[in-house]
């Protein structure tokens, strides 16, 4: 039984084995309905358009990116011959981490008021992801650093191919762990009654 292959160059592709890719599969393909029911509990819980929108755009972000990895990986396990087809599963799959990282940040700048320059950073951050996590309120952000710490943990895996057994796989359950604590706090901090309270006029 083969856990894992031998390390290959930098400049050449790491060839997962049968057991890999199916815990490549596995452990994104596990998270698609849990983020279609969870976004559809924001959904429920919002009480206006802003709300609606935000719910929509932060569940699109998050199943869209169980979704197309576990269909990128699926394609490149049992149909990699069709060269075509992976390499645009590929790139759905790099550009829908993108999605995902605005549409992560979205809720808190659609939900919260945080000052004139919001609106603008609004749209910014469709285009700087990154900067989203610049705003002043503090509630939430502690959730929102151990959900980046995860990614950036992850990464360690993600380029671990051929040294760590199921390495790929690892890297996606630290995605969803990442996904999971920012789920928490988008939930508790902007959809909860208690969150409601705390909002001002948008």
């Not at 819980?45 to 576990?70: C, H, K, M, N, P």
């Not at 490149?76 to 992976?86: D, G, M, N, P, Q």
């Not at 008021?113 to 503090?138: F, I, K």
């Not at 762990?177 to 006029?201: C, D, E, F, W």
Request: hydrophobic share 45%; aromatic share 16%; charged share 15%.
């Amino acid at each position: 039984i083969e856990f894992m292959n031998n390390r290959v160059p930098s400049n050449k592709r790491y060839q997962p084995t049968d057991y890999e890719h199916a815990a490549n599969c596995a452990t994104h393909a596990l998270w698609v309905i849990p983020s279609l029911l969870g976004s559809s509990v924001l959904h429920f819980l919002s009480e206006d358009q802003w709300e609606r929108v935000s719910a929509w755009l932060y569940g699109a972000g998050l199943t869209s990116l169980f979704l197309i990895s576990t269909l990128f990986h699926t394609v490149t396990w049992k149909k990699s011959h069709l060269r075509s087809v992976e390499h645009c599963f590929h790139m759905c799959d790099r550009m829908v981490i993108y999605f995902f990282i605005a549409a992560s940040y979205a809720p808190w700048l659609n939900l919260r008021e945080l000052g004139p320059w919001t609106c603008h950073m609004r749209w910014l951050v469709w285009v700087m992801a990154s900067v989203g996590t610049t705003y002043p309120d503090r509630e939430g952000l502690c959730e929102l650093l151990v959900g980046g710490a995860c990614y950036c943990l992850g990464m360690v895996f993600f380029k671990s191919d051929g040294l760590v057994p199921f390495a790929h796989a690892i890297w996606h359950l630290f995605v969803a762990m990442g996904a999971g604590v920012h789920y928490y706090a988008i939930y508790r901090y902007l959809y909860t009654p208690a969150a409601n309270q705390m909002k001002t006029s948008r």
